[in-house]
């Protein structure tokens, strides 16, 4: 169980080694994408895999994360040590505060007002007209860590984003063996039970909620710091449905799929890119083959390919 | 004499016009062990729903260990020690058994809010969920997931949650529903050992259960109580024979 | 905040109430009657608007054009449910929301792949052209009341049709309990596929109507399916009425908080905070109803009973 995400982890430590004798910072930039939105991934999978709460509004907590790091930039406040901590905490608030009312609901209700929250962040930061409006907010500096500029240096930067993902891999498996995880795991198999063993478990569900948050606002954090630039469109439902379908692409309910699916996700559409200006046309079906054949992602995938490959190889022997 | 455990009070529940509860008074007393019986669609899990909390009374109060609970939800309830099974087996399906008693424990014991730490490797946890398990006999099925138990087994798992809250009363919706002969006679060998332990409110179908089991029974009809007494004195009760008991005893 | 001004945007507000509604008519009834979230609904909003401009070039007749349109814009809806929704409504939610998502990614690229990338537009039909006088002083474009109009009469048309007719009948029972209807015997695969085309159809309408007064243009249901959706929430998922309501309600809402936020802020406040704070508020005011409600009744307005 735990050699798969050592293996992932291991290939996102080597890559700046391989990528040396190629487009490096063109390959660096795109890994180091795709380990930013693995741990907000991280956050969602928490959620749906192991909740069954679809949050369908999941950017907003990545955008704040990165407009809180932007903003506080254009005010010349570029030390990580406080701008950390603020996106952090103004993503975790966002989520307690929504995450109060997106609870007292079930079902399609929840997945519909996560979206409606996740559309009023995306509508208040396309008004910031002194934060750029819809055009967005470009970041001029990158955050210092105690006056020094690890951010600067790519390479440093990678291997950042790759502890913060490890990190927060280690955490969220910690966190749903534990006692919490437990009782946040049995709210989603049968919610009457659990009231009538004691828990409330809406106060369960909304600490989920926020610290699913805080993941987002971390992912925000580094991407902010990544692209230089923050913008509205990071908030948009589309980034949000991209989230949901990372997750279910690499498979729900266990943590390392969630990494494996954006992994997926973000290097087909990036070579289907490559291949063709529309690409969207393939990508799009691809999409409806994956939900109507691949039941459990491609981890339930491989699953079923290796049963079948046993099946086939053991046959053979009397 | 001490007071009694549960006390109901003046107790109404309409749905939609039709009376389900009507002025419902009654007691469990500590330690006893108090049956209710009554037809089907006399209200019977209705009742207990109001007990624990699912359902809100139109009027009336609910007392338990001589405190007004009758606004207090679900959890709050169960948190005072008001333990309760299904008559629809209710448990956590992808679960391993002992895991689902362990969560009883677990609520019973120390915070929830502990976000690390393996809670399957407690035994603070593990333990008396163990004991609960043996007590209904699943000792060898406590890996087995809660799902792919047997029917009977997960009555008995039922029980083991609700054993594992080490309850000041225990509400049992029905225990022996669906369960055949068997496994009825094994699951009234349970009960007859938990019997004193705790108090207990039987809900039950199972004639023979009932009059082995119960120190006083209640009979419910239309929503009303139409008598309470020792085993011998309904069985004697001439308007329970006629109202109900008349066919069943043959 | 003139008289006039304040009746214009009244009218604006219904008219993109009516327009919310046609759409979130089919995926209310979709959604209650299926239990299926389609996310494509929006698109066919949008390729109602694009074949509306195809076959008006083709034919260089409004009316040839909306007929064609609606037919054309039917058939494809009833083709998407063939060769995929109907495998998606024994689903879960989520299997739907991607597959449908998938769906939307397709179409977009595909309509700017066939139609070009930049806004095409389409005239008013000749005879509802122009602007007529309301009041002294007060103008306003006819075809935005013909607008208005269509739509109140297919809101009539739908409540008929739900509220007296045996197919009605099945649809809202269909919304309180679909195992229910298909035990009765009811062949509930051709009932899905009517009320799915028939909601297909009116998304379809929606697109064709706007389309001489906005551009059409990729994308262009993305946007509009978030506010559907916002209402049939709202409205209490399953209910025609409900959408109704809400649609009407979140129109109104929009339109006027976006022409007189300002204005209103400003007895509260400086103007030049006004000038901020008011357009975000504006933007954001529809989303806040939709959370003051869902805070107040979790389950929208109206529920349909049973669920």
């Known amino acids: 169980m735990t050699r798969l995400p050592t293996a992932i982890f291991l290939g996102f430590a080597l890559l700046p080694a391989a990528a040396a004798f190629g487009t490096e910072t063109y390959l660096l930039d795109l890994f180091m994408r ?18 069954a709460l679809v949050s369908f509004g999941h950017a907003a907590f990545i955008g704040i994360g990165a407009y809180a790091v932007a903003i506080l930039a254009s005010h010349g406040i570029n030390e990580a040590l406080i701008s950390l901590p603020v996106a952090l905490i103004a993503a975790t608030a966002f989520a307690y505060l929504t995450g109060t009312i997106c609870l007292r609901t079930r079902g399609v209700y929840f997945i519909m007002i996560t979206l409606a929250f996740g559309q009023m962040a995306f509508f208040l930061a396309s008004s910031l007209a002194p934060y750029g409006g819809d055009d967005g907010l470009t970041m001029h500096a990158r955050s210092t860590l105690f006056g020094l500029s690890p951010f600067k240096n790519e390479r440093l930067f990678y291997y950042i984003v790759l502890a913060c993902l490890i990190g927060c891999y280690c955490l969220c498996r910690s966190l749903v063996v534990s006692r919490f995880g437990r009782v946040f795991r049995g709210a989603r198999e049968n919610a009457t039970r659990m009231a009538t063993l004691g828990f409330d478990i809406y106060r369960y569900q909304l600490a989920a909620y926020a610290i699913s948050g805080a993941l987002g606002g971390l992912a925000g954090f580094l991407l902010a710091n990544a692209t230089d630039f923050v913008s509205p469109a990071y908030m948009s439902w589309q980034r949000s449905g991209e989230l949901i379908i990372m997750i279910i692409l690499g498979g729900l309910g266990t943590l390392h799929g969630a990494i494996i699916g954006t992994l997926a996700y973000s290097l087909l559409g990036e070579y289907l890119s490559g291949l063709t200006e529309n690409w969207k046309m393939i990508f799009g079906p691809l999409l409806v083959l994956v939900v109507l054949l691949a039941r459990g992602g491609l981890l339930g995938l491989a699953g079923q390919v290796a049963a079948w490959w046993r099946k086939q190889h053991a046959e053979p022997q009397p | 004499m001490t007071a009694p455990v549960l006390q109901l009070e003046g107790l109404n529940k309409n749905f939609g016009g039709l009376a389900v509860t009507r002025n419902v008074n009654f007691e469990v007393a500590a330690g006893e062990l108090h049956a209710v019986i009554g037809p089907n669609g006399a209200g019977k899990t209705t009742l207990i729903n109001q007990i624990s909390g699912l359902v809100a009374p139109d009027s009336g109060r609910v007392l338990f260990a001589s405190r007004d609970v009758t606004a207090l939800s679900v959890p709050e ?10 008559q629809i087996t209710s448990i956590l399906p992808g679960f391993s058994a002992i895991e689902n008693v362990a969560l009883a424990v677990q609520a019973r014991i120390g915070t929830s809010f502990r976000f690390f730490g393996c809670a399957a490797a407690e035994s603070a946890l593990n333990a008396p969920a163990l004991a609960a398990l043996d ?12 799902g792919h138990l047997s029917h009977g087994e997960k009555r008995a798992l039922e029980l083991a ?4 809250m080490q309850p000041k009363l225990l509400l049992l919706d029905e225990p022996m529903a669906g369960a055949g002969r068997d496994e009825s006679r094994r699951l009234i060998a349970v009960l007859s050992r938990l019997k004193g332990r705790f108090p207990i409110l039987l809900v039950e179908h199972d004639m023979t259960a009932v009059f082995a089991l119960a120190d006083r029974i209640s009979v419910l009809l239309y929503g ?16 329970v024979v006629a109202a109900y008991l008349g066919e069943e005893m043959e | 905040m003139s008289m006039s001004l304040l009746i214009v945007q009244i009218l604006n507000g219904l008219q993109l109430g009516v327009l919310l509604f046609l759409i979130a008519a089919g995926l209310t009834l979709v959604f209650g009657v299926m239990n299926f979230i389609n996310l494509a609904h929006g698109v066919q909003y949008m390729l109602g608007a694009y074949l509306a401009v195809m076959f008006y070039g083709m034919t260089g007749s409004s009316l040839l054009a909306l007929v064609f349109a609606l037919l054309a814009a039917l058939a494809f809806g009833l083709f998407l449910e063939f060769v995929v929704f109907r495998h998606l409504y024994e689903r879960d939610h989520l299997d739907q929301v991607i597959a449908t998502f998938g769906i939307i990614l397709f179409l977009n690229q595909a309509v700017k792949y066939i139609w070009g990338a930049a806004p095409l537009s389409l005239p008013i039909p000749e005879y509802f052209s122009g602007s007529i006088v309301l009041l002294p002083g007060l103008t306003y474009p006819i075809w935005r009341l013909v607008i208005i109009a269509s739509g109140l009469a297919i809101a009539l048309l739908l409540y008929v049709l739900v509220s007296r007719t045996r197919l009605g009948m099945l649809v809202r029972a269909g919304a309180n309990n679909a195992p229910m209807v298909s035990a009765l015997g009811v062949d509930i695969r051709r009932l899905f596929m009517i009320v799915f085309g028939f909601g297909t159809m009116l998304a379809g309408f929606a697109g064709i109507m706007i389309a001489p007064i906005l551009s059409v243009e990729p994308g262009m249901g993305d946007t509009i399916l978030i506010l559907a959706f916002v209402v049939i929430v709202i409205g209490g998922i399953g209910s ?21 936020s300002v204005d209103i802020l400003r007895l509260v406040m400086a103007p030049s905070p006004a000038r901020t704070v008011g357009p975000a508020i504006a933007s954001m005011l529809i989303y806040l109803m939709m959370a003051l409600v869902l805070y107040f009744r979790p389950t929208g307005l109206f529920p349909p009973k049973g669920r």
């Open chain 1, 34 to 51: 795709v380990m930013i939105f693995s741990i907000a991934a991280l956050g969602l999978d928490l959620l749906v895999g192991y909740g």
């Open chain 2, 77 to 86: 309830r169960a948190a005072l020690g008001l333990a309760r099974s299904f």
């Open chain 2, 135 to 146: 007590e209904v006999g699943l000792t060898k099925r406590a890996d087995a997931l809660a």
């Open chain 2, 161 to 164: 949650i609700a054993l594992a």
């Open chain 2, 224 to 239: 009303q109580i139409l008598t309470s007494g020792t085993p011998d004195a309904v069985r004697a009760d001439p308007q």
């Open chain 3, 240 to 260: 025609i009425r409900g959408a109704f309501i809400a649609a009407l309600l979140i129109g109104l809402a929009d339109t006027l908080g976006r022409s007189f």
